[in-house]
């Protein structure tokens, strides 16, 4: 379960009737939690999704960011495939040469 604290900021530049313009900036701090869900096809690749609320403790008047979000991605496990690089490279190799050495003698 995945929580979430940020810090983040807009900007923008409305039009209104009377040709003027109006810039406008604003920071917030979102808060979220969800729940993530993770399909492994391959030992270091798989599918990912997420689901949670954010929430935003200061309102701003012109924008909500409250509210249910979603997320769907492709999950690369960078640990799995340096273990699989670490164990298939180095210490099986070293395995294979000392099983050589013994069945020599």
Request: a positive charge; proline letters at 3%; charged letters at 20%.
């Amino acid at each position: 379960m995945p929580f979430e604290v940020g810090a983040g900021g807009f900007q923008g530049r409305s039009l209104d009737t009377l040709s003027t313009y109006t810039y406008i900036s604003k920071i917030f701090m979102p808060l979220g939690a969800g729940a993530k869900f993770i399909v492994k096809h391959i030992r270091w690749v798989g599918i990912s999704t997420m689901i949670g609320y954010r929430y935003i403790p200061y309102k701003q008047n012109l924008l909500d960011y409250d509210g249910l979000y979603y997320s769907l991605g492709i999950w690369v496990d960078f640990r799995q495939i340096y273990r699989d690089i670490k164990y298939y490279g180095v210490q099986k190799k070293r395995y294979r040469n000392k099983v050589k050495a013994i069945l020599a003698n």
